[in-house]
């Protein structure tokens, strides 16, 4: 279903949205070689509950029989891994890795959902450059976040910005509505034909996350259920941040 927010409860989603940005950062100001993913994971989980809020990933159903909810609060992907990584006490950053941290404040009743890919050190050129379109990708993607325009010209604008700076995409995840729940209506791909699919109105509230990769846009599911890699083992980037459509321009929310 897709919601639209009043002005309260768009209120609620700008605080959500600040949480998650705070845990962001509280982060990115750790991130150094010889840290873990789990260290990572308490730093966003202590933020959040800090500012009020939970941490919406913990426990997110799998709907897979067999394969346990989330267990982390944060979402940390390393180097080949897209999305979904698992924080752990054996993933150790080291020197030219990337991480991708994917994280969601839940509070006074709503989510805000916003994903970033960092350095650690020195890292390559190529590898500069894919965090940097990833980011660029979102931007070309809300300019097309208008009152009146479709979904499908947000996704045409991300994937056609992605395929011409010569990075690959991933078709099987996507952007999503976002408020009371984590995942709402209407789904935001990062690739589609402009002028299809939902129009956009005042006081939607979209979390348009470009997730792309060096190689092949061919991606695997690990054993654990959850973690989504490169098929070629080349590294991605992931960008997120949740926005409002406004009668102007969109409002990001994920924000300090
Ligand atoms: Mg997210």
Redesign the pocket.
């Known amino acids: 279903m897709v919601t639209i927010k009043s002005k309260g409860e768009i209120e609620k989603m700008r605080e959500a949205g600040r949480v998650a940005m705070l845990a962001q950062k509280a982060v990115e100001e750790a991130i150094r070689p010889g840290i873990s993913t789990w260290e990572l994971d308490k730093i966003a989980e202590n933020t959040m509950r800090a500012n009020g809020a939970i941490p919406a990933e913990k426990g997110y159903p799998s709907g897979v029989k067999g394969v346990p909810d989330f267990p982390g609060s944060i979402c940390a992907s390393v180097n080949d891994e897209i999305i979904h990584g698992i924080p752990s006490k054996n993933v150790i950053l080291k020197e030219g890795d990337i991480i991708s941290v994917?994280?969601?404040a839940y509070k006074d009743g709503f989510n805000g959902?916003?994903?970033r890919t960092y350095a650690v050190g020195k890292i390559d050129k190529v590898t500069e450059r894919l965090i940097e379109v990833a980011k660029e990708a979102f931007y070309e993607g809300i300019k097309y976040a208008k009152k009146g325009n479709r979904v499908g010209d947000i996704s045409h604008a991300i994937g056609e910005y992605i395929h011409q700076n010569g990075f690959g995409l991933v078709r099987e995840f996507q952007g999503h509505g976002i408020g009371r729940e984590m995942h709402e209506d209407p789904g935001v791909p990062n690739f589609g034909k402009a002028g299809k699919g939902l129009r956009l109105e005042p006081g939607m509230t979209i979390?348009v996350?470009p997730m792309i990769m060096v190689g092949s846009e061919e991606i695997l599911e690990l054993d654990d259920g959850w973690t989504i890699v490169t098929e070629d083992g080349s590294n991605a980037a992931h960008y997120?941040n949740t926005i409002l459509i406004t009668e102007n321009e969109p409002e990001i929310l994920t924000k300090l």
């Open positions: 994917d994280l969601v959902d916003c994903a979390a996350e997120e």
